[in-house]
């Protein structure tokens, strides 16, 4: 079972947050970007070490620094969980075919809050009350009650318990979709949080060989 320390605060790091959030230190840490930017305007538009990565958007991961990315590099596409989702497999599609990539990694990773709930659990929660919910390690609650939608059991929330299991059905669901070519190989891997090492998932990658 994944671990949430804390729920509905912010343990607050290094980063200075204004009253109405994160606006003027986005834009602060922009312009210091903007200022050293170099001739990355020169950039080619399609990937140019030719590769993708589709990982979750967890906050404890930067796929620049735990792959060696630089501006550029390659393709990095994230939602909750890294699952190969319709819309995941849509951005691989392109990623190939118009750009150019030709090896994808999918990595998931240990404590992923995916395996906190089930799609019946959220959508229980959001037709109740759409605001942030508590977890006490055990069970989520609403604080609030009132103004949910039922919308949320009409979504596919790709939940999971079993993190090599679900690495591996990713790299299968994209190895099987008519749209992906045969050579282009598969990789799966589990990011572990609590090192920065990245785990082969070997039958992931096993099931995410070229082809043929
Ligand atoms: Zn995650």
Redesign the pocket.
Known sequence: MARLVETGAYITGAYIMSKEGNYDAVLSANKSYSGNFGDKGKLPLPPARHFAILT???AR?DPAKYAGLAEGDAHVIRN???RASDDAIRSLVISHKLLGTNEWFVI??TD???QLFTGEIIAGLLEDNLETASFNGKAWSNPKHGGGSKAGHDVHWHTFTDNPRSVTEDVQRIRNHPLVPKHIPIYGFIYDVGTGKLNEVKEASAAGKVAG
């Open positions: 979750c958007m967890d991961l909750a969980g890294g998931h990773h992923c809050g995916m």
